[in-house]
């Protein structure tokens, strides 16, 4: 049987309040927020605002939609409206504890470079607009399907189509231009390796 | 032509496309770096806090606790949790009282007792929130909630219901009833926003079960935020709402005009459903 989450039946109907909503969907909430571009420090408070919102609407019953893309839709809302508001000094980034890491690498080399791929995805993610990057987002990383993204965020699927098919071109050329450069990682790399050559 | 664009042209043809990572067609660097993107995970979030902070702001509200988060914005959210911790004492009070009273606020979604987190452990957690960076900017949890009365279940409304004439009538007096905050500083950017997600909330709600107070609702809104940040989903519940009393003519004449500044946004099929008449919402 399809789930909505961890432990909960996708019964056509049934209802999930924002407690349950938190338990099954916090994490990709927190990450999305990420992947759109909402800075660490303002992730704890997003994720709240987001949970308090899916509330208001008295939470989310099974339909068309699923509760993914539902309070995707409510996340990019929260995000756009707290980064129109807000202006962070660039410096407050870096010390962001809060912050998408890479899945578990093997070994450092293999670390290094899931780091450093991360990070081409997060500067190609954001030459794009707010209403590509949601639906390149929710496509490409977190495999929703334009149909389900069309539900959740209430456009027509042929504009899902279109914003992707222009996220993709603008993100492959972005992405493009990113790989061809020498990275802070690989410099960091090639210094290390350098200084290890030397003693050796 | 590269092979991220051959990749793209299925896009236009009505089919669902493939995942880039799932299409072996695509730039090999392409698809490892989206791997990584695919499986990162948000380190750094507790989320334990978080739900705790959520609970309380939402006991709060619902508990007409409100005045506990009004404090301001620094400290809202740790008072906003210790109106959690408070909550039950709250809810005996709520419990005790006349059954009867009309602006009772039903206490159903996070009643105390449910809270899985122990005192101390939710003591903990407010610790670990006011730790915790926060942005210049505090959410909209942790803010006031001038009008508490909005956030009820979204059970069967206690009111009674409007007037059946065409005309709006006034928002209900106890949905807005509230003392001013006697504050000694203008309402800021954060507080008028709040205020006017709250109604754009309350109308929201009301849509499912009394449209006129919804209309009434956006009407509000038009007047006291003709600029704000909301316009958009305001503009659209007032055309659902005036689509749910049969006004047709008025929905699809406001229609043509949302249609025309928001035809692409979030709520532009929701608008074309209502003047369709498949305006599902319950």
Not at chain 1, 18 to 30: K, Q
Not at chain 1, 97 to 102: S, T, W, Y
Not at chain 2, 215 to 237: N, Q
Request: charged share 25%; with cysteine; hydrophobic share 40%.
């Amino acid at each position: 049987m399809q789930t909505v989450g961890p432990s909960i039946p996708a019964v056509i109907g049934s209802h999930l309040d924002a407690e349950a909503l938190y338990r099954a969907h916090s994490e990709f909430v927190a990450r999305f927020l990420l992947k759109l571009g909402a800075s660490g420090q303002d992730v704890p408070d997003l994720l709240q605002e987001v949970f308090l919102v899916a509330h208001r609407r008295g939470g989310f019953i099974m339909g068309p939609a699923k509760p993914t893309t539902w309070l995707a839709e409510i996340a990019f809302r929260v995000a756009s409206d707290r980064r129109k508001k807000t202006k962070r000094k660039p410096e407050d980034a870096d010390t962001d504890a809060i912050a998408l890491l890479p899945a578990a690498s093997a070994t450092p080399g293999e670390a290094a470079e899931a780091r450093q791929g991360l990070a081409r995805v997060q500067r190609a993610l954001d030459s794009l607009t707010s209403d590509k990057r949601v639906v390149f987002v929710l496509f490409e990383l977190e495999g929703e399907s334009c149909d389900a993204i069309a539900k959740g965020l209430g456009i027509p699927v042929g504009t899902v189509y279109s914003r992707l098919h222009a996220a993709r071109r603008e993100f492959a050329r972005v992405h493009q231009q990113l790989a061809a450069e020498p990275t802070v990682d690989k410099a960091v790399d090639a210094r290390g390796k350098a200084i290890a050559g030397a003693g050796a | 032509m590269s092979e991220s664009d051959i990749t793209t042209e299925s896009l236009m043809d009505g089919q669902e496309p493939v995942r880039w990572l799932d299409d072996p067609t695509a730039a090999s660097g392409l698809r490892t770096d989206l791997l990584h993107g695919a499986t990162a995970t948000a380190g750094g979030v507790d989320y334990g806090a978080t739900l705790t902070a959520l609970r309380g702001v939402i006991t709060a509200q619902t508990g007409a606790l409100a005045p506990a988060a009004i404090a301001g914005k620094s400290i809202g959210l740790k008072l906003a949790l210790g109106g959690a911790l408070a909550i039950g004492a709250a809810a005996a009070w709520w419990a005790t009282r006349d059954d009867g009273a009309k602006n009772t606020v039903a206490v159903k979604h996070e009643p105390a007792a449910q809270l899985d987190v122990e005192p101390a452990a939710a003591t903990k957690a407010v610790v670990d929130v006011a730790r915790a960076p926060v942005s210049p900017t505090p959410a909209v949890a942790a803010d006031p909630i001038p009008e508490p009365s909005i956030d009820v279940d979204p059970a069967p409304p206690t009111e009674p219901t409007g007037p059946t004439e065409p005309a709006e009538p006034p928002v209900p007096s106890e949905k807005v009833r509230k003392p001013k905050p006697t504050t000694d500083h203008p309402e800021s950017d954060d507080d008028r926003f709040l205020r006017e997600a709250q109604l754009v909330a309350q109308a929201r709600k009301q849509l499912g079960t009394n449209p006129q107070q919804a209309l009434a609702s956006t009407r509000k809104h038009d007047r006291e935020f003709p600029k704000g940040a909301l316009v958009e989903e305001a503009r659209a519940l007032e055309i659902r709402a005036l689509a749910k009393l049969g006004r047709m003519d008025d929905a699809q004449r406001k229609a043509d005009d949302f249609l025309r500044e928001f035809g692409d946004g979030a709520h532009a099929s929701a608008v074309r459903r209502a003047i369709a008449g498949d305006d599902d919402v319950q």
